[in-house]
C-alpha cells in the first residue's frame, strides 16, 4: 500500500520536473525552487463524489518533493530518496524509510531521473508519447510492464512552460487529477518546517 | 575341504571387488555431514526437528556481497557471479521482480482478512488502549488525501481507518538494511557501494556433488573477478562454503594418511622380511579386509561416511595381525610347512581376533551412527583377514626357515627378557610403580571438554567473511532460536504473544537485535478477536460516522467483514509470506528466530522455566551430547573389558586371566592419565579409542600367552611389528587437522604403546601356571 503511494509520488515528482527539460526555456538552478499551488481530485471507484484537497507544493532540486496539503486535511509531506515522511499538522510524524521497501529505490529512480530531465531514462519504465507544441505540450506515460509492481494504468500530463495538469488513472479504475497552478521559480529560503522534513529524505 | 572353501572365499572377495569396482565407476557414495556422526536417539525428537528445520533453513541459504569504490563495478561483478551460480542448475540466486514481489503479494494475501481489525499493529494497539483514537483517524485522512495517496476505493472501504497498510509497515523487514537499486540489493558503506546476491541452494548443503560443483562455479567466478576488476572485493556467507572446505580437508587428509600408512607397511615388511611372499600375503590380507569392509558398509548403509573412511582406512593396521603372527613363524624352525604354521597361529589369532571383535561389536551399541558404521567396517575387515590367513596363506606360503634377522629377534625379544629375568625384578616393580604414579598424577589433572566447536577446525577467512557481511545487512539470524511447543497452533502463537514483551525486553537489552515469530504475521485467533473488539469499541463505534463525513463520502458502502479469521495453516499454504514455513515445524511446534544474538544467557535466563517457550542452543547442547556419551564410550570400555576377561578365564582360570588382563588395563588408565599430563583435555573422541586399545592390548598379550615355548622371540617380532604397524596407521591420526580425529590418535599411540611394552608381562603369569596341554 505504502508501496503504491511512492509510485505515484514518484511519478508526480517525474512530472513537476520535466516541464523544464521539455520546454527548453526553464531549467532550476543549484539552489533554485519551484512553488505553486494543487487541487487534488480523487475519483474512487464506489464513491458518489470525488475526494478533493487542495494545498501548495515546492520542489527542490537534489533535494526533494514537499507536498503541503490544506484542505480538507492540513499535512505535510516530504519525498526524497531517504523515503517518505508525513507530519500531521500539530501531530506526530510518520517516517517510512526507503531500506523498508525495496520497491522505493527503484521508483526513487524514476524521481530522480525526472528531477534531471532524463527522458530518456524514464522509457525503460513507461512508454512516452509526446504531442504538441513547447507552449502547450501533451505527454503519455505507459507502464511497460503492467504487472511490474506499478499498478497504473497511464499517466496524463499538460503544461506549457510549467505542468498544469496530471491524471493518474489506476489498474483498478480509480483516478487522480491534479491541477497545477500559482506557479513561480525562485531562490527565496524554504521555510524551517519544510527544510527540516527535506532534510529526512533527503539522503538514503 | 579347505581347498574347497578357499575357492568359495575367493568367489565371495571376486564378487565383492566387481561390485566395487562398478560403485567406483559410479562414484563412491560418501557422506561428510559431520552431524550425521551424532546420535539420534535420546533426544527429544521435538527439538531434534526443530533443529533440522533450522539447519536446514539456514544451511540452504548463501549470500554474497561484492564491494567496489565504483558503483558499476561491483554491479557487474554481482551479475558475473549470478550467471555462473545460475549455470549450475544448483542454486536459485533472488531476482529483483521476486523481491519486490514479496510485498505486493503480502498485500494482497492479507487483503481479505483486512477491514475491521483483526489485524492490528502493535503501536495501533498502544494507541487505541490509550484513547487516542483519533489520531489513528488522523492517519488515515493524511494517507488519503496525501501526497500519492496509497490508497484505493477497495481498500477504504473495507479499512476506512488504513489499519491493514499500518499493519503491514509493522511487519519485519526481510533483508536489514538492504535497498533495492535498480534490482539489485544494494548498501553503500562509505566510499563503497556493497551489492548483495541472496542465494538459495536446491539441494541439501552436504550433498558432495552439488555442493563441489556450487563452490567451483563461485570460485570460477571470484578469479574471474578478480583479473577483470581487481578492486571489488567479494564475500561469502554460507553454511555450504565451511562444510565444502571441512569435506576436501577430510578427503586430502584420509588419503595423505592412508598412503603413508600403506607405504609404511610395505616397507616395514620388505625390510624385516627380506622376501616377497611374505609382503603379497599380507597385502592380500589387508586388501580382502579392506574392500570386504567397504563393500559391506555400502551393502549395509548405501554410503560410508567420511569419518568412517578416516578411520576405516587405519584398519589396515589391525588386519595386519594374523597375517603378520603367521608369517614370523618363519624365523622358527619348527612349523615349516603351510597347515603346520597355521596350525600353530590358529589358537592364538582366533583368541585374539575374539577379543578385538568383542571391542568393536562393543563399538556397535554406541547409538552414534558413523561409530556404527566404523563398527561395522572394522568387523566385517579383521573376519575377512582372520578368514584370509585362515584358507589362503598355507596354500601360497612357499618361505623356507629364514636364517636373518638374529639382531631384530633379540631387540624384539627385549621386553619378554625384561619380564622374565630375575635381574630385572627391581626394574619391573619401580615400571610399575612409575606407571601407577602416573595416573594418579594424571588423574590429578584430569579435565573434559565436550565442546563441540572444537571438533571442526572452521577456515578463520570465511569466519571472517561471514562476519563482515551480517554487519553490512545489520542483521544476522543465529543457529540459536526460541522453541515453542504447544498443543496446537493457536496454543503456540498465544504463547508467543505472551512472549512478545520479554523478547522487547531483550531487545532493549541489546542482547539481541531483533526476533521474527509466526505471531507476528498471523495473530492468535483470541489476539484477532481482542482486537476487533478493541477496534469496535474505540476506533468504529465513537469515530465512523465523523471520519466518514470528513472523507466526505455521502453515500459509503458498509463495511465487509472479512469471511474468516487468518490462521498459521492458510497463510503458510498461501506461501506469500517469507520464512514462515520456516518457522512452523509442525502443528504447535513454532520457532522464534533470533537476530543479531550476542547474549545467550540474557535469553536463557529470560525463558528459564518455561516448558513451552524454550531458549534452543544446539551447539550447547549437542556439546552436553557429547559429554553424556564420552561417560558412555568409557563404560564401554569398562564392559569390553569385562567381556575380554571373561573369554580369558575360560581359557585360563582366573588367576592367570587377571594377569593377561593387566596390559591392556594398565594401558587404558594410562591413556587418559598421560593426555592429561599433556595439558589436554580427554574427549569423547580420546574415550572411542579406549574400547580399540584394550582389543588390541587383549591381542597382545594373548600372542604371549599362547606361545610355546622357543618361540617367544618370533612371537614378539611380530607384535613388535604388528605395533609398529598399528602406529603407522592409528597413531598417524595424531597428525590430522581435525581435533576428533586428532584425539583418538592421541589414545591409539599412548595405548599401543603401552600395550606393547607391558604384554609379556602377563604371559610370564601364563606360562609358569599354563596346565598342560593335551
Known amino acids: ?204 | 575341504m579347505s581347498r574347497a572353501l578357499a575357492l568359495a572365499w575367493l568367489a565371495i572377495v571376486v564378487a565383492a571387488g566387481v561390485w566395487l569396482a562398478l560403485m567406483a565407476h559410479r562414484g563412491f557414495p560418501i557422506q561428510t555431514d559431520l552431524l550425521a556422526l551424532l546420535p539420534r536417539e535420546e533426544r527429544d525428537p521435538i527439538v531434534q526437528q526443530a533443529n533440522e528445520a533450522v539447519s536446514r533453513s539456514i544451511g540452504r541459504r548463501i549470500f554474497l556481497a561484492f564491494g567496489d569504490a565504483d558503483r558499476d563495478r561491483a554491479r557487474a561483478s554481482a551479475q558475473q557471479a549470478v550467471a555462473a551460480i545460475t549455470a549450475t542448475h544448483r542454486a536459485d540466486p533472488l531476482d529483483s521482480t521476486t523481491l519486490q514481489d514479496i510485498g505486493r503479494k503480502m498485500a494482497i494475501f492479507y487483503f481479505p482478512y483486512a477491514g475491521v481489525g483483526n489485524l492490528l499493529s502493535a503501536a495501533d494497539r498502544t494507541l487505541l488502549e490509550s484513547g487516542r483514537a483519533a489520531d489513528i483517524a488522523n492517519r488515515a485522512m493524511a494517507q488519503t488525501f496525501g501526497f500519492g495517496s496509497p490508497v484505493d476505493a477497495r481498500l477504504l472501504a473495507t479499512d476506512p481507518f488504513l489499519l491493514l497498510p499500518s499493519f503491514l509497515s509493522s511487519l519485519p523487514a526481510p533483508l536489514g538494511r538492504l535497498a533495492l537499486d535498480e534490482g539489485l540489493l544494494t548498501v553503500v558503506v562509505g566510499p563503497a557501494t556493497w551489492v548483495f546476491i541472496p542465494i538459495t541452494l536446491r539441494h541439501e548443503v552436504f550433498d558432495l556433488k552439488a555442493q563441489q560443483e556450487l563452490v567451483d562455479a563461485v570460485d570460477g567466478a571470484v578469479d574471474r573477478i578478480a583479473r577483470t576488476s581487481p578492486t571489488t572485493r567479494v564475500l561469502r556467507l554460507g553454511a555450504i562454503f565451511f562444510a565444502n572446505q571441512g569435506a576436501r580437508t577430510a578427503i586430502e587428509e584420509a588419503s595423505l594418511l592412508s598412503t603413508i600408512s600403506i607405504v609404511g607397511t610395505i616397507l616395514l615388511i620388505v625390510l624385516v622380511f627380506r622376501r616377497l611372499s611374505p609382503l603379497l600375503l599380507n597385502l592380500l590380507a589387508v586388501g580382502t579386509g579392506v574392500a570386504m569392509a567397504f563393500a559391506g558398509t555400502f551393502l549395509i548403509f548405501g554410503g560410508i561416511h567420511v569419518a568412517a573412511l578416516l578411520f576405516g582406512t587405519s584398519l589396515i593396521g589391525v588386519v595386519v595381525d594374523y597375517g603378520l603372527l603367521y608369517s614370523t613363524l618363519a624365523f622358527g624352525t619348527v612349523a615349516v610347512t603351510g597347515p603346520q604354521r597355521l596350525a600353530q597361529v590358529l589358537p592364538s589369532i582366533t583368541l585374539g581376533l575374539s577379543t578385538t571383535l568383542m571391542g568393536y561389536a562393543a563399538l556397535t551399541f554406541a547409538p552414534f551412527p558413523g561409530l556404527k558404521q566404523i563398527a561395522v567396517f572394522a568387523i566385517i575387515g579383521l573376519v575377512s583377514s582372520f578368514i584370509t590367513v585362515v584358507l589362503w596363506f598355507p596354500v601360497f606360503d612357499r618361505v623356507a626357515p629364514l636364517q636373518h634377522g638374529r639382531k631384530l629377534l633379540q631387540l624384539a625379544t627385549w621386553p619378554w627378557i625384561f619380564w622374565s629375568a630375575d635381574r630385572y625384578r627391581l626394574a619391573r616393580r619401580v615400571l610399575l610403580a612409575g606407571c601407577l604414579g602416573l595416573v594418579a598424577a594424571g588423574f590429578a589433572l584430569y579435565r573434559t571438554d565436550d565442546d563441540v566447536r572444537r571438533l571442526q577446525a572452521l577456515s578463520p577467512t570465511l569466519v571472517l567473511e561471514q562476519m563482515e557481511i551480517q554487519q553490512l545487512i545489520g542483521s544476522s539470524v543465529e543457529a540459536q532460536y526460541l522453541l515453542v511447543g504447544a498443543p496446537d497452533d493457536e496454543a503456540a502463537l498465544q504463547r508467543e504473544e505472551a512472549a512478545v514483551a520479554r523478547l522487547d525486553k531483550l531487545v532493549t537489552e541489546r542482547a539481541i537485535t531483533g526476533y521474527q515469530m509466526p505471531a507476528t504475521f498471523v495473530p492468535s485467533l483470541q489476539r484477532q478477536a481482542l482486537d476487533k473488539a478493541l477496534v469496535e469499541e474505540r476506533l468504529l463505534r465513537p469515530l465512523l460516522a465523523q471520519h466518514r463525513a470528513r472523507l466526505g463520502l455521502a453515500a459509503s458502502p458498509a463495511i465487509v467483514a472479512p469471511a474468516a479469521l487468518l490462521t498459521v495453516a492458510t497463510t503458510v499454504a498461501a506461501g506469500t509470506v517469507p520464512l514462515l514455513a520456516d518457522m512452523v515445524v509442525a502443528p504447535g511446534v513454532h520457532i522464534v528466530v533470533l537476530q543479531g544474538l550476542t547474549r545467550p544467557d540474557l535469553v536463557r535466563a529470560a525463558f528459564a522455566g518455561q516448558a513451552d517457550v524454550r531458549f534452543v542452543n544446539p551447539t550447547a547442547d549437542f556439546s552436553d551430547l557429547l559429554g553424556a556419551y564420552r561417560g558412555r564410550a568409557v563404560d564401554l570400555t569398562i564392559y569390553s573389558l569385562f567381556l575380554v576377561l571373561c573369554l580369558l578365564v575360560w581359557r585360563y582360570g582366573m588367576r592367570n586371566a587377571l594377569w593377561v588382563i593387566l596390559p591392556p588395563a594398565i594401558a587404558a588408565l594410562l591413556v587418559p592419565a598421560i593426555v592429561s599430563l599433556t595439558g589436554q583435555p580427554f574427549t569423547f573422541f580420546h574415550a572411542m579409542g579406549l574400547v580399540l586399545v584394550i582389543g588390541i592390548g587383549a591381542d597382545y598379550t594373548i600372542f604371549c600367552a599362547e606361545t610355546l615355548e622357543g618361540y617367544q622371540s618370533v612371537t614378539m617380532l611380530s607384535i613388535l611389528l604388528a605395533a609398529a604397524m598399528t602406529l603407522l596407521s592409528f597413531g598417524l591420526l595424531v597428525f590430522s587437522g581435525t581435533l576428533a580425529v586428532r584425539s583418538f590418535g592421541m589414545t591409539m599411540l599412548i595405548g599401543v604403546t603401552v600395550a606393547y611394552v607391558l604384554a609379556p608381562m602377563a604371559s610370564r603369569a601364563v606360562i609358569r601356571h599354563r596346565p598342560p596341554r593335551p
Not at chain 1, 107 to 116: N, R
Open chain 1, 1 to 204: 500500500m505504502i508501496a503504491r503511494r511512492r509510485i505515484v509520488a514518484a511519478t508526480l515528482g517525474v512530472l513537476l520536473a520535466p516541464r523544464a527539460a521539455w520546454a527548453q526555456s526553464l531549467s532550476l538552478g543549484q539552489d533554485e525552487v519551484l512553488r505553486g499551488r494543487f487541487t487534488q481530485q480523487r475519483f474512487l471507484q464506489g464513491f458518489n463524489a470525488p475526494l478533493a484537497s487542495t494545498g501548495s507544493f515546492i520542489l527542490a532540486p537534489n533535494r526533494g518533493l514537499i507536498w503541503h496539503g490544506e484542505t480538507p486535511f492540513a499535512l505535510l509531506t516530504g519525498m526524497g530518496p531517504g523515503g517518505l515522511v508525513q507530519r500531521v499538522v500539530g501531530g506526530a510524524t510518520t517516517r517510512y524509510p526507503a531500506s523498508k521497501l525495496p520497491m522505493l529505490a527503484q521508483l526513487y529512480e524514476v524521481f530522480s531521473a525526472a528531477l534531471g530531465g532524463e527522458w530518456g531514462k524514464l522509457e525503460g519504465i513507461f512508454e512516452v508519447e509526446r504531442k504538441g507544441t513547447p507552449t502547450k505540450w501533451q505527454v503519455m506515460l505507459i507502464p511497460r510492464k503492467k504487472d511490474g509492481g506499478m499498478p497504473l494504468q497511464h499517466v496524463a500530463v499538460q503544461g506549457g512552460r510549467f505542468v498544469n495538469s496530471v491524471e493518474v488513472a489506476r489498474v483498478n479504475g480509480d483516478r487522480d487529477t491534479i491541477e497545477f497552478n500559482e506557479q513561480v521559480v525562485s531562490r527565496d529560503p524554504i521555510d524551517s518546517e519544510a527544510s527540516e522534513l527535506l532534510g529526512m529524505v533527503s539522503h538514503p
